[in-house]
T-cell receptor
Framework: GAVVSQHPSWVICKSGTSVKIECRSLDFQATTMFWYRQFPKQSLMLMATSNEGSKATYEQGVEKDKFLINHASLTLSTLTVTSAHPEDSSFYIC???????????????FGPGTRLLVL | AQKITQTQPGMFVQEKEAVTLDCTYDTSDPSYGLFWYKQPSSGEMIFLIYQGSYDQQNATEGRYSLNFQKARKSANLVISASQLGDSAMYFCAMKGSGNTGKLIFGQGTTLQVKP
């Protein structure tokens, strides 16, 4: 089945630094990818929609200058957390939609996630 | 606006028994899709099952089945013959027709399978 990878899986950084997270679709093309954020024992909150060849669409309340998204190719989207602070510590996970065998079948494949800890 | 509600923060089930995880939704879109994902402690999101709003039959995937009641706007997940490895957090999610596929997630249900 379709696979989505994320890198890195873990990152620890100092406050004020920037962190880049990569999301790749390994065996399918994804013109759209999604970035989610998840705090411990909570649900996934959509941050933004990454669009290949155009600007990302951010959800209400998400700072686009803080969370920079670039969809460089049909298989790669990156999320950069700029000037990270401890409150940015979270689990970041990307996803990409893919069609199944049946016309009506659709699913979204998620990357394994990136745990960010800002000290 | 679309909304997904999971009212069971935590559930226990005995190994080998069946368990139902509740999910209700609200949407004005005539076409939508409903998903269930499993999230073990590792954090990965594992796709379990999908139900389209126009699908005539309830979706099934191995030990997972979706009890889709459109009039009640519910899409409960039934796990049969529970296994210890089923212990995880389970999320119900919905995709509307008017977007490129972004999902709205419920609050999640933590399932613990007892030996």
């Amino acid at each position: 089945g379709a696979v989505v990878s994320q890198h890195p899986s873990w990152v620890i950084c100092k406050s004020g630094t920037s962190v880049k997270i990569e999301c790749r679709s390994l065996d399918f093309q994804a013109t759209t990818m999604f970035w989610y954020r998840q705090f411990p024992k909570q649900s996934l909150m959509l941050m933004a929609t990454s669009n290949e060849g155009s600007k990302a669409t951010y959800e209400q309340g998400v700072e686009k200058d803080k969370f920079l998204i670039n969809h460089a190719s049909l298989t790669l989207s990156t999320l950069t957390v700029t000037s990270a602070h401890p409150e940015d510590s979270s689990f970041y996970i990307c996803s990409a939609p893919a069609r199944g065998l049946a016309a009506s079948q659709e699913t979204q494949y998620f990357g394994p996630g990136t745990r960010l800890l800002v000290l | 606006a679309q909304k997904i509600t999971q009212t069971q923060p935590g559930m226990f089930v005995q190994e080998k028994e069946a368990v139902t995880l509740d999910c209700t939704y609200d949407t004005s879109d005539p076409s939508y899709g409903l998903f269930w994902y499993k999230q073990p402690s590792s954090g990965e999101m594992i796709f379990l099952i999908y139900q389209g709003s126009y699908d005539q039959q309830n979706a099934t995937e191995g030990r997972y089945s979706l009890n889709f009641q459109k009039a009640r706007k519910s899409a409960n997940l039934v796990i049969s013959a529970s296994q210890l490895g089923d212990s995880a957090m389970y999320f119900c999610a919905m995709k509307g027709s008017g977007n490129t596929g972004k999902l709205i997630f419920g609050q999640g249900t933590t399932l613990q399978v007892k030996p």
